[in-house]
């Protein structure tokens, strides 16, 4: 079994961030109600800084740098905009896909 270091579990922990963050930009960009807007990008604001912020101590550690993102997350952004653009009620589709993807990380 691999040897998890400082700096991988960092690197994974900037990932999921930078992956929540897009994705809660999709899921703001997607619904139309403003209060859900305004919850999703804050949400989204805060995964940037706090990949941010994890990404200064891995960058002090040495080792692999971080990558930009997971292939499936983006599939699951996808996803996001399928769904709602199918369901009837686009808001709640996008709010339940939101959730499943915070559960998942």
Partial sequence: MAEKTQRTVLNHLVEVCRDAERGFAIAARTV???ELKHVFYTLA?????FAQELLQ???????????????????HRAWI?????LANN??????????RGERFA
Avoid: M, N
């Fill in 57 to 75: 101590h891995a960058q002090q550690l040495e080792g692999t740098p971080v990558a930009d993102g997971t292939t499936l997350a983006a599939l």
């Fill in 45 to 49: 604001e805060q995964r940037r800084e």
């Fill in 32 to 34: 139309k109600t403003p």
């Fill in 90 to 99: 686009p808001d709640r589709a996008v709010l339940e896909e939101a959730a």
């Fill in 81 to 85: 905009r399928v769904k709602a653009q």
